[in-house]
């Protein structure tokens, strides 16, 4: 009898292991007339351009879009600011690997190399980088750069979904929870040197996080640019922040094997004293692998 109940209690115990760790799936689709790999996990729906090797979309379970990228106009200073400027990671600016990284962009071929695992190479073969989706985050990790050429990690989006220059917080290690919004198209610019920072909406129950697994010596930047000349005041806009960005729009990083984290993480940060939230789920995602 002994033997029976243990087995039903191991057989229990399986069952809701296995049932607690969901199926990471990845299909295809078409968005914005270019083929995608739709990456469903349980916190997050990651769209990934094919062709550009990068997010152009980021939905949390609310149907929100935190990226938003629209291909039209792809590359008009600062309209493109809520269409394609949009995108994450962005990797490579400029150079003839320009655009590899970022949706919109035909610079690369993606494959999936796993079941969790896509993997990107640029066009040229200089660049090569893989992502591993989990169900709370996912990493990308550069594995071969162009030795010529410098890159950078770019969050280009819409925290909450929508453009609300009014609602929206950010913070890094460094500077802590942060409502002032540097206004990118009068040149202000927020520097500073981070492993980690994070974005959200007071609108909205989540926070993206974003993160350097190895923190390194380069400058990081962020800023708010709005699609019009009136500037955050504008009826749409982005946030610009980018690991390894100088101002000038000049990427700096050059380190192969440097891995990145990105989660959705289910809680919204609205003081300074809220921000020891954020360091303790920061803490758990870097222990993760």
Not at 8 to 30: H, K, Y
Not at 38 to 64: C, F, H, K, M
Not at 134 to 159: N, R
Request: net charge negative; proline share 4%.
């Amino acid at each position: 009898m002994s033997k029976l109940f243990f087995l039903v209690s191991l057989a229990i115990s399986l069952s809701i292991i296995l049932g607690s760790c969901s199926p990471i799936q990845i299909d295809e689709t078409i968005y914005e007339d270019r083929p995608h790999f739709v990456v469903q996990t349980a916190s997050a729906t990651y769209w990934y351009d094919q062709a550009g090797g990068g997010l152009s979309r980021l939905i949390d379970p609310e149907g929100n879009d935190w990226i938003a990228f629209k291909k039209d106009p792809l590359s008009e200073y600062p309209a493109s600011a809520a269409a394609g400027f949009r995108g994450l990671p962005n990797f490579v600016f400029q150079s003839d690997d320009g655009g590899a990284g970022h949706p919109g962009f035909d610079q690369c071929t993606s494959e999936i190399v796993g079941e969790n695992k896509i993997r990107t190479y640029s066009n040229s073969g200089k660049w090569q980088w893989t992502w591993i989706f989990h169900d709370t985050y996912a990493t990308v990790t550069m594995e071969k750069v162009d030795t010529e050429h410098a890159y950078w990690f770019l969050y280009e989006g819409t925290p909450g979904g929508s453009y609300s220059p009014n609602d929206f917080y950010w913070g890094t290690d460094k500077l802590g929870y942060q409502t002032e919004l540097p206004d990118y198209f009068k040149e202000e610019r927020a520097t500073g040197n981070w492993q980690w920072a994070y974005f959200g909406s007071k609108a909205y129950q989540r926070t993206l996080l974003l993160g350097m697994q190895e923190p390194d010596s380069h400058s990081d930047l962020l800023g708010v640019l709005g699609n019009t000349s009136e500037g955050l005041l504008s009826s749409d806009g982005m946030v610009v922040f980018g690991f390894g960005r100088q101002k000038g729009a000049v990427p700096l990083m050059t380190s192969v094997n440097n891995t990145f984290y990105i989660s959705l993480a289910d809680l919204t940060v609205s003081s300074s004293e809220e921000h020891g939230k954020v360091v303790e789920k920061i803490q758990q995602l870097f222990n993760q692998d």
